[in-house]
């Protein structure tokens, strides 16, 4: 009872004599830092707000150009051609100023009017210059004098010391393909995947929707792009991710791991103190728009919409369409630990929780006894299986009372904390411990995490954490600008003390984290015991495969002259081809960032040209001359679909809105349920790393992550991550479906490191055949390329 003592601030007493009146000074104290962080963040948002909306300009540049102007009143020459007298003659209420005050108000009417359209200006500029995207069309290494200019331009049009959404204003909208382009592309994608008489049935549809439909669809498409400000991206969320009411487990959210070889603790408590705090760090500068924006060769501003729901941000179940609840300035966390859910205050004195705080917090529960309430073990089970079920127990038992106030602490949570009881993590002296450890990421016990917040942090007793991501707000990219920014921060400016604790002092004065309160009926329960039934037959389904591929890496691939992403993918369709006998319709997501509010758009990796080169590596009379000839033409013509992909010239996403359209207007077509209705088999995409830059990883080559996953997204197909880590290190993440009798992941994994290792050979090869005194020795973990 000490806590609830210590939280009344006021109290008084009525005697005969009067009223006797106390004070709690702590309290009191309290309240009143609290209201003046509040009003100081009020103050920065305010602040940063006009820094990005009056980008690339400054307020400063204003008082320059009032200055600049005034001065013509003084001098002989009109700055303003005139346009000062004009204003001065037509001001309201001229009689009652002096003439002098007349012309200070002119002067400063038109320095505000010249100084706007500057603004104006100088965005469309920028705007016309990041809409030119031939640059990424030139050869690696090789910047043309056009491309050069071109990006003199956009830095002196860009200004200095841009926060993160100054350039939200100038990024262009994502263009909408012409319908040509699109069923071309299209048809060219499905030629290797079909038959001579399947080809005629698709062309002979692409031709009568060409012919019929396209236009009209495309018209209003079109009108869309001006609307919007992307005329992918909302139907994008709602349709692939808010309207499937199958469960968001494995099927659409995905995980990120932890360092690979590094554990800064294993005190549990410790290192989620340190990363919490982490987190709100990051959160705090996210608010306030203080991170650097991303930028393509460090001058081509990225889209930094999505970051903005990365924190207190749930999906909430509904029967036809979910959505997704984005609050703000959330000061709590909630707690899962063995079964039981507690209420953690990120604040005290209108600060954040300092490290050493945070984990006498998280070590108070777990060393808390208590049982869980009845219903209470599996209750987040509720959100790994179907939607309709969770949607209507969420109206029927959770929408009053103490399951409604405990449900809103959740849900209004700044993100979900899950303190597990098993450690995970890579060992290399132990069997399957990639695996295990994703596994236990992507799902868990499918009870252990809250699905539906915008992200899980889940914290092992060894000292390992991950994280589980709903994938509806953002994509993977943005989750791993924030994991980079914490594991830095965690373990290089934060840090931990020698026995392994957080640093700092000990504050045993905090209030106890406090324990979620539940009602849940027999009803109910029943409920959640199905949804955990069906979310555990989903998760025991899964067959997860990662390997560290240290052969060789980025290093020696480029030293071959061809990009490490098509070289990869062209090693996934040799490996495809030696599993299944059979090439298939192939995923790979690029990003559209350079656009506003873009996303990603996919890349059909099977091409004609990636297909000839597999049958060539499996023809055995077939020369290494001719193999590297048509590899190479293989991964250019991949690079050169990677690169339409990114500047609005795919297929996929223009596809998918032209269907949309359809059913809006009800018009039918053949064609585009056609291609809405193709499996993907193989499903690929690749991580980023090393977006920050926080880390040298040449100086700490320890302190590399490992990527992350997804579960696969057809049931007879493959899903693989992959992750590109320095110059020597390529991670894989492959899952498939034990039920398929057709998929083994570890058996995939073999075939991709098999074939990683013959298309090597090829140019290791070339090089022995050119040059006998050299030759590529492939290092990794303490070996050399000579």
């Known amino acids: 009872m000490a806590e609830a003592h210590q939280a009344v601030g006021f109290q008084f007493t009525v005697h005969p004599d009067g009223v006797d009146i106390k004070l709690s000074q702590e309290v009191i104290k309290n309240i009143y830092l609290s209201g003046v962080t509040a009003w100081k963040k009020r103050a920065i948002l305010f602040k940063n707000g006009v820094l990005a909306g009056l980008y690339p300009a400054s307020p400063s540049s204003w008082l320059i150009v009032v200055i600049a102007m005034m001065s013509s009143l003084y001098t002989r020459i009109d700055l303003s051609l005139g346009m000062i007298a004009v204003i001065k003659e037509n001001l309201p209420h001229k009689d009652c100023m002096s003439m002098q005050t007349r012309a200070v108000v002119s002067a400063i009417l038109f320095a505000t009017g010249l100084w706007i359209s500057f603004i104006y200006l100088m965005r469309y500029s920028l705007k016309a210059l990041l809409s030119y995207h031939g640059w990424i069309f030139e050869s690696h290494g090789k910047m043309s004098t056009s ?14 010391r841009p926060l993160l959404y100054s350039f939200q204003a100038a990024l262009p909208r994502l263009p909408v393909p012409s319908v040509d382009d699109t069923i071309w592309r299209y048809l060219e994608s499905v030629r290797p995947l079909l038959d001579s008489e399947q080809y005629n049935q698709m062309e002979m549809l692409a031709h009568n929707f060409r012919e019929a439909e396209a236009a009209q669809l495309q018209r209003y498409l079109i009108f869309k792009s001006w609307w919007a400000t992307n005329y992918v991206s909302d ?10 009411r199958g469960p968001i487990m494995v099927n659409s959210n995905f995980y990120i791991m932890d360092l690979l070889y590094v554990t800064p603790t294993h005190r549990q408590a410790a290192r989620a103190g340190n990363v919490v705090h982490a987190l709100l760090q990051y959160r705090r500068k996210l608010e306030r728009g203080e991170h650097e924006p991303l930028r393509a060769l460090g001058t081509v501003p990225m889209c930094s919409t999505q970051m903005e729901r990365m924190f207190n941000t749930t999906r909430i179940p509904g029967i036809e369409t979910d959505i997704v609840q984005h609050l703000t300035d959330r000061k709590h966390l909630v707690v899962y630990h063995k079964g039981r859910f507690f209420q953690v205050w990120l604040y005290t004195g209108g600060r954040h929780l300092l490290p050493s705080e945070l984990e006498t917090q998280f070590q108070r529960i777990l060393n808390d006894t208590s049982e869980p309430q009845p ?31 405990s449900l809103d602490a959740i849900e209004s949570a700044a993100f979900f904390l899950s303190l597990d009881e098993e450690p995970q993590g890579y060992d290399p002296s132990t069997a399957n411990s990639l695996d295990n450890y994703a596994k236990s990421l992507l799902h868990g016990k499918c009870y252990d995490r809250w699905f539906d917040k915008s992200f899980t942090l889940i914290s092992y007793p060894n000292g390992k954490i991950g994280v589980n991501v709903e994938h509806s707000w953002a994509d993977a990219p943005i989750v791993g600008h924030m994991l980079e920014y914490v594991l830095a921060t965690d373990c290089f400016h934060l840090g931990y003390t020698e026995e392994g604790h957080c640093k700092g002092d000990v504050n045993r004065g905090l209030p106890h984290p406090t324990r979620l309160q539940w009602q849940i009926s027999k009803e109910c329960q029943e409920v959640i015991e199905t949804s955990y039934l069906s979310a555990k037959q989903i998760a025991d389904d899964v067959d997860f495969h990662g390997y560290l591929f ?6 020696l691939i480029k030293k071959c002259r061809t990009s490490p992403d098509a070289f990869i993918q062209l090693a996934l369709q040799l490996a495809q081809f030696r599993d299944q006998g059979v090439f298939c319709l192939t995923y790979e997501s690029s990003m559209t960032r350079m656009f506003r509010d873009g996303r990603t758009e996919t890349v059909r990796s099977c091409t004609s040209e990636a297909v000839a080169f597999v049958m060539a590596m499996e023809d055995a009379s077939a020369t290494n001359a001719q193999r590297l000839a048509l590899f190479r033409k293989a991964a250019e013509k991949h690079q050169n679909m990677y690169r339409l992909a990114m500047t609005g010239s795919g297929i996929d996403r223009h596809l998918f809105c032209l269907y949309i359209v359809s059913k809006y207007l009800g018009v039918d077509s053949p064609f585009l349920k056609k291609v809405l209705s193709e499996p993907w088999k193989l499903s690929t995409s690749q991580t980023p790393q090393q977006q920050l830059n926080l880390v040298d990883i040449n100086k700490f080559p320890q302190y590399v992550g490992a990527g992350g996953g997804f579960g696969p997204v057809a049931d007879d197909g493959y899903g693989v991550s992959y992750i590109i880590i320095g ?46 005194h050299m030759k590529c020795v492939q290092v990794a973990n303490g070996k050399k390329h000579i």
Not at 147 to 160: A, C, E, I, N, Q
Not at 384 to 405: C, E, I, Y
């Open 147 to 160: 491309t050069k200019v071109w990006l003199r331009l956009v830095k002196m049009f860009s200004g200095r």
């Open 727 to 772: 110059e020597n290190l390529i991670t894989f993440h492959i899952s498939s479906k034990f039920s398929s009798p057709d998929t083994n992941s570890s058996r995939f994994g073999q075939r991709i490191q098999k074939a990683m290792t013959d298309i090597q050979t090829l140019f290791k090869l070339e090089n022995d055949k050119i040059n006998g």
């Open 375 to 405: 219903g209470e073990l599996k209750l987040a089970a509720l959100t790994a299986g179907d939607r309709v079920p969770w949607a209507r127990a969420r109206v029927k038992h959770f929408s009053h009372g103490l399951n409604k106030t």
């Open 550 to 555: 240290a052969d060789f890496g980025k290093g």
């Open 235 to 244: 139907w994008w969320e709602e349709y692939i991710y808010l309207r499937s």
